[in-house]
């Protein structure tokens, strides 16, 4: 029997932009035929965490930690039961904007 390796079924590229300590939401990544998901490359904004599961996993949290405004990259590896594997990079950017800032009439 031949099997195909895990299919993406979420784009690759930006996840989205959050603001410093915001809530991520619920981020989901689908792959077809996957059974695990797993960051093998590349950062995480602080505060985020990957679930995964099967056939999709999520990316949860509130960001924490970011001092500047920062685009994290990193790549998700989903692997199917015959351990064959596909790869999708991803981004997420962090803006902290200008917070508390006075306002001049």
Do not use: C, H
Not at 39 to 50: A, C, Y
Not at 64 to 90: L, N, V
Request: proline share 2%.
């Amino acid at each position: 029997t031949v099997s195909d390796a895990p299919a993406w079924q979420t784009a690759a590229g930006s996840l989205g932009s959050f603001s410093g300590g915001e809530s991520f939401g619920t981020i989901t990544l689908t792959a077809t035929n996957s059974v695990s998901m797993a960051k093998v490359s590349g950062t995480f904004p602080g505060g985020m965490t990957l679930n995964s599961g099967s056939g999709s996993s999520t990316l949860t949290g509130t960001e924490s930690g970011a001092t500047a405004d920062t685009t994290y990259s990193f790549t998700i590896r989903a692997t199917d039961a015959e351990g064959q594997t596909a790869d999708r990079a991803f981004t997420i950017t962090i803006n902290l904007g200008a917070n508390n800032s006075g306002q001049f009439n």
